[in-house]
C-alpha cells in the first residue's frame, strides 16, 4: 500500500481508537484520531484526509446513531469528496441504509474483520484520491478556458495558504465567508472561487449588501410580484434566483438588516424563498460566497447579527492579509495596475489623435 493516505479515526472509546490505529498503522496509513463530534470538525477544518473512520454514538449510553448521522451531513457540507465509512456495534438494515444516503461511502459493524475493514478504507482512499485528481484537473482546465478570470497577484508567503483554501474548496459546493480590510483582494478571492468551481458555467451574481437601502434589499434579494408595494409595477426576479445553478457574491454581508436574516438564513436552509408580496414558494440552489471587513463574532455580540446566520455563511472561512502583512506582493500589484490603466489611456489617446486628423 502507499504511504502518506491520511485517515481520521473517531470514537469515545480509547481502545477501539488504539486498535484501529495500530491495525492502519500497520497498513502504512497515517493515521489521526478524535473523541468527539467536535474533534472530527475541527480535525477536518485544518488538514485533509483521505478517508474518515468515525462511529455514530459519542454520547454515554447512546445508541441511537443520531450524533454520527447529524455529523455526517455536517462533513457532507464541509468536504463532500472526503469518503466516511461509519462503523458502530448497534448496527442494523435501518441504520446503514440511513447513514449512507447521508453520504457515508461504507458500514462496517463492530467487532470487525481486519481483512475486510482496511481493504474498505484502502478502496475508498484510492477512489477519494481519483475523485480530487479529477477535480484539480477540471478546475485548471476551467481556469485555462475562463478568459475573463480574475488576476491573482499572490507571491507572499502569507498569501500561499489562501491559495491553498482555493484550490481546496473553489471545487466545491461549500458557502466561503471572506474576511479581510477593505482593500485587501475580497472580490478578487470569490471571482477565483468561482471561476475554479463546477458552477462556472452558470452565472456569477453579485449583491452589495453595503449599498442597498435596507427598504429595497429584500426586493433586490428574493424579487417581488405586481403591486406587491407602491412602486411594484411588475413582476421583478431577485438575485437569488438570477443566481440558480450558479454562485452569489454576498459583499458586505455584515450590513445585511436584522429583520430580513432569519429570510436569509431560511434560504441557506432550505433553498427555499418566496418573492415580497407573494405566498408561492421557489426553491433555489445557489452557492453562496460572501465577504465582510468587520467581525462578524463581534456583531454577533453586539446584538446585531445572527450567530446561526454567521454559522450558515462560515462553513469555510478564508481570512486575506491585509497589504502591509504582504509587502512582496506591493511591486506586482503596482507593476499590474499600471499596466491595466496604461493600456486604458493609451487606446483613448490613439482615438483622441485618430479623430483630430479629420
Known sequence: MKNNRRVLIADDQADVVEALRLLLKSEGFEIETAHSPAGILAALESRDFDVVLMDLNYTRDTTSGQEGLDLLARIQGMDATVPVVVLTAWGSVELAVEAMRRGARDFIQKPWDNARLTAIVGTQSELSNALKRSQRLEAENRLLRAGDRPTMIAEAPSMQQVLQLIARVGPSDANVLITGEPGSGKEVVARSLYAVSGRASRPMVTVNAGGLAEGVFESELFGHVKGAFTDAKMDRVGRFELADGGTLFLDEIANVPLNLQAKLLRVLE????????????????????????????????????????????????????????????????????????????????EGFESSAMF
Open 270 to 349: 432550505t433553498g427555499e424563498m418566496e418573492r415580497v408580496g407573494s405566498s408561492k414558494t421557489k426553491r433555489v440552489d445557489a452557492r453562496v460566497i460572501s465577504a465582510t471587513n468587520a467581525n462578524l463574532a463581534e456583531e454577533v455580540a453586539n446584538g446585531r447579527f445572527r450567530q446561526d446566520l454567521m454559522f450558515r455563511l462560515n462553513t469555510i472561512e478564508i481570512h486575506l492579509p491585509p497589504l502591509r502583512e504582504r509587502r512582496e506582493d506591493i511591486p506586482l500589484l503596482a507593476a499590474h495596475f499600471l499596466r491595466a490603466h496604461s493600456q486604458r489611456y493609451r487606446r483613448h489617446l
